[in-house]
């Protein structure tokens, strides 16, 4: 080997050892450094038809493993998920309370019965009224708060939403930079390990906010894309686009989360996110906020019904002048059809004698005037035949689909059914089902039982439309139908339009009205659709009346909104007085008193309301049936723990693995000052053994020369 070969080899090996030193010198400089990648390169021999000429370094990468790297992603996307769902569903939880303290919602329900139960004991007793009624107002105070809590925690769900879509497309945009960088440094041969250890800490931060995977491309940088397959990254940037919702309440339709892929087409970004916090955001604000909401509100929905219900059996004493219903959204002849039964309307003087009985036996079609002879009525001309009855001592009116009852001469008006066969409607008596004397008033319609039946008219004009919503179980949007209410009038025709598989809803489930005229939705099990709402509702029943959607409640929005509209009656509220405690006993003697002040079986029904089974409707996910209100609260506060606690366990599992998988990633990708120690110590002897040789030939050239002169 000639001199020039063994300077040139033993220059080779200098440069070489000089450049792993330098590797190890950066590696050992960021030892502390959050997220660095070691970085490696590996050292080959050169020759020359098999002879030695030196050695040479090949490409600096990065001590990645992709299997380590794939599981450190997919679980920082599964703890983030799971994360963000406990967070909320865990604020959700802090709302209702403690289900064993009579401070939070579920005990104060059950200090309003109580309360009753107290009252009944001494009916007489202003403070026990007055603490009923406030234990009650606090009650509906309670369930509004909560609701609206929950509709907080969506709207915060949404805003970060809206965030975490800002953050993502500024890093997709950054990913995609870097990889335009790398593909440049990588054709030229310069060392692209900076700008790839850059990219991966990069590509970690999206792994919080959905699912990744990575595929390295030949030229450098990475294709990175959704679990499923959607490009964000590598021949261009994806985008993310939402416009965030303004004001929120329960019957809010957020709206879509789109991707549009590097030169491809706008989609729905829900069909292709697995996980993720975006994932576990929107779950919590379309499908168990909402859930959560819907069960609230059917809780105190029907908390309100069985209060009203005791309510309109009972009457103050002495009873009130005037008794108002409330809205039922229906005209009189629709409402006062189908009744069956009897009932009786009384004016009674100010000691609770009656001046005056109607009694109405809805069933033969009849009024009887203080135990008269009957006359026949019919539906439409109900309410004549009710003042015509009444004469001088009272007058009924009906207006915006309510009724009012009112006494003259300064006595009042009280209501009961026969207790043999009492009036009935939808699972409601006379006085309850028009709300003559309730408890309990609502700022819109909270009962859907309309008793409705096939052949009754639907009342809404043909024409008017109404755009339903159906969604899968990802919460993304399948289609929006519009509906027109149909030429025929009745409500069998109205649900043969709904159900339509062209003009309505049939392709994704059926309406369908139950024995008490409340409408429902089945999705199809073939359907992809998951959940339907109603988005755009131009219906209504009659000049001024309800629309479709709230006379029958058929999205969840609208049925979970109830829950905040309660309150106390205002006359009762400003005169405990006026509450309902006795009861109208029509089998005393002529001249008697058929009320009295001291009657407190009326405060006894209403501290029943508790233990009644109830028929709960289906909400958020929960089967309906008949059971006790305190049963379901039960379920109620074991469902929401229950959530709570499984969205902590799988957080918590989830952080765990998240913990593993980085860990193992780092000890692998990271730095070991040990190792690095021998390296430098190698490549030090190494430099130095190519500095001897150097030194070595040039003592043999330096001794040559000197032979030679």
Known sequence: MSLASILSAANSGLQVAQQQIRIVSDNVANVNT????????????????????????????????????????TSTADSARAGVRYELLDKTQNLFGDPSSDTGFFGMADKVFAAFNVTAEDPLSSPRRQEAIVYAKQLLDEAARVSGGIDNNRLD?????????????GLLQDIENLNLEISRAFVSGQDTSGAESTQAQLIDQVSQYLDVRIQPRTNGGVTLRTGDGMMLAGNGAATLSYDQAGNVDSRTDFNELWITEPHGQKRS?????????????????????????ERLSEVVSRIVSELNKAHNANSAAPAPATLSGRNTGLDLPTAVGNFSGKTNIAVTNATGVVQRQVAIDFTAGTMSVDGGGPTAFTPANFLSSLNTALGAFGSASFSGGALSLSATG??????????????MKAGRGFSAFFGLNDLISSDRIADYDTGLKATDAHGFTAGQTVTFRFANEMGARLRDITVAVPAGGTMADLLTQLNDPTLGAGRYGAFSLDANGRMTFAPNASAAAATMSVIDDTTSRGAGGPTFSELFGVDAGTRSARASGYSIRADIDRDPKLLALAQLDLSVAAGQPA?????????????????????FASAGGAAGGAMAVSRYMSDLAGDIGGRASAAQQRSTAASALTTEAKSRRASYEGVNLDEELVKLTTYQQAFNASARMIQAAKDMYDTLLGMAG
């Open 269 to 293: 970004l829900m069909d292709h996110l697995g996980s993720g916090e975006l994932k576990g955001l929107v779950e919590y604000r379309d499908v168990e906020g909402p859930q959560l909401a």
């Open 157 to 169: 769900a949404d805003t970060r939403i809206s965030s975490d879509v800002d953050t993502v497309n």
């Open 410 to 423: 300064g006595n009042g008006i009280a209501i009961a059914d026969d207790k043999t066969t009492p009036s």
């Open 34 to 73: 959050a997220g660095y990648v070691r970085k490696t390169a590996e050292q080959r021999s050169m020759s020359v038809e098999g002879l030695g000429t030196g050695v040479e370094l090949g490409k600096v990468r990065l001590a990645t493993d992709r299997f380590l790297q794939a599981a450190s992603l």
């Open 595 to 615: 009320l009295s002040a001291g009657d407190g079986r009326g405060a006894r029904a209403l501290a029943d309301v508790g233990e009644k089974s109830v028929n």
